[in-house]
C-alpha cells in the first residue's frame, strides 16, 4: 500500500518527512513530488511501509498533524487510472487524420 501525503510545506525535506513517519516503523521510501517549475514542490508526496497496520497507524496519527506551519493531510493512495491505448491526449490542433480538404 502506498500512502498519500498532501498539503506539505514546500520547503520540506524527504529526511524530515521521513523522521514524521519513522516513528510508526521503517519508511521503505520518499518520493516528493515536483512541478517543472525549479525547486518547487506540489506539496505532496507518496511513502510507503511494508506492514499495512503501521501505515493505517500512521495514517490516523499524521492525518491533520500540523508540519511547518499546514495541516498535513494523510491517507492511502488511489490507483492511477489506466489510459486508453486511443486516448488522443490534450494537443492543441485537434485530429488531422479527419481535416477536410476544402
Known amino acids: 500500500m502506498k500512502i498519500y501525503v498532501g498539503n506539505l510545506s514546500r520547503d520540506i525535506s524527504e529526511d524530515e518527512l521521513k523522521k514524521e513517519f519513522a516513528a510508526f516503523g521503517a519508511v521503505d521510501s520518499v518520493t516528493l513530488i515536483k512541478t517543472n517549475l525549479p525547486e518547487q514542490r506540489r506539496g505532496s508526496d507518496l511513502w510507503r511501509c511494508r506492514y499495512a497496520r503501521k501505515q493505517k497507524a500512521a495514517i490516523a496519527g499524521l492525518n491533520d498533524k500540523e508540519v511547518k506551519e499546514r495541516k498535513m493531510v494523510v491517507n492511502e493512495a488511489r490507483p492511477t487510472a489506466d489510459r486508453k491505448s486511443n486516448d488522443r491526449g490534450r494537443g492543441g490542433f485537434g485530429d488531422r ?6
Open 97 to 102: 487524420g479527419n481535416r477536410s480538404k476544402y
